[in-house]
């Protein structure tokens, strides 16, 4: 965990259309969201406007040296928001994942000197040979097989199975027959049964999460409002 963030293995690092594009680079889909909220909040919440502030304090914090080229530039804001966002869920979900299970995850690449090192390598080297995490591949060569060095990156959580995209809709189908569920106070129930239909392939958020995964967020969402009693007033 980290290497992807440091060593550019996320694909939104090596896709010039994503790069270049406004906003964070593994959440693009703020109108699509905001779909889903009840019309009220969507009224009282200016989401884009939170998103975008978010999203222009991280960029304008980002360190980065006189001179560089445009590209690389915009690959040290990369490593910035990488770091500082969307790996800071990725280790609370090991975190809790593991400890859940009694077990205590050591994550060497968070390594801070390895971290301020990698921060200012160019693009052009941790993207060696053209391949994700090229240097670290590279580096690796000698020690490791040349099965585990050439590997194609495989992130998680897949669900491919197409048994799990049945499972949850059924478990979505059922918080929808009751007009108790404590997640209408939050979201549209008409977006909700819409969801159900849908198999959009533009990720909710990160590289994986479509709609299986969308459906299987507001399980989540309504489990947690009903286990913790939440009461919302808007």
Not at 167 to 180: E, Y
Not at 195 to 213: A, F, K, N, V
Request: glycine share 4%.
């Amino acid at each position: 965990m980290c290497s992807d963030e440091i060593f550019g293995g996320y694909p939104w690092y090596r896709d010039e259309k994503i790069r270049a594009t406004y906003g964070f680079p593994w959440a693009q889909s703020t109108e699509y969201r905001s779909t889903f909220l009840q019309k009220k909040l969507r009224k009282k919440l200016d989401g884009f406007h939170f998103v975008d502030s978010r999203y222009n304090d991280a960029v304008n914090a980002a360190s980065k040296l006189e001179g560089l080229s445009a590209q690389e530039a915009r690959m040290r804001e990369m490593v910035y928001l990488n770091m500082n966002w969307f790996m800071q869920t990725l280790l609370d979900r090991k975190d809790r994942m593991s400890m859940h299970h009694g077990l205590e995850v050591r994550v060497p690449f968070c390594d801070h000197r390895i971290a301020e090192y990698l921060y200012s390598t160019p693009w052009e080297m941790k993207n060696l040979n053209g391949r994700e995490k090229g240097l670290l591949r590279a580096a690796m060569a000698d020690l490791l097989p040349e099965s585990i060095v050439k590997r194609k990156k495989s992130p998680y959580p897949k669900t491919h199975n197409p048994e799990y995209f049945s499972i949850v809709k059924g478990m979505l189908q059922r918080i929808l027959s009751d007009d108790n569920s404590p997640i209408f106070a939050l979201c549209d129930k008409k977006a909700l049964k819409k969801l159900l239909d849908t198999d959009r392939s533009e990720p909710w958020y990160g590289q994986l999460m479509t709609t299986p995964q969308t459906i299987s967020y507001f399980i989540q969402m309504n489990y947690w409002l009903e286990k913790y009693n939440v009461e919302i007033h808007i």
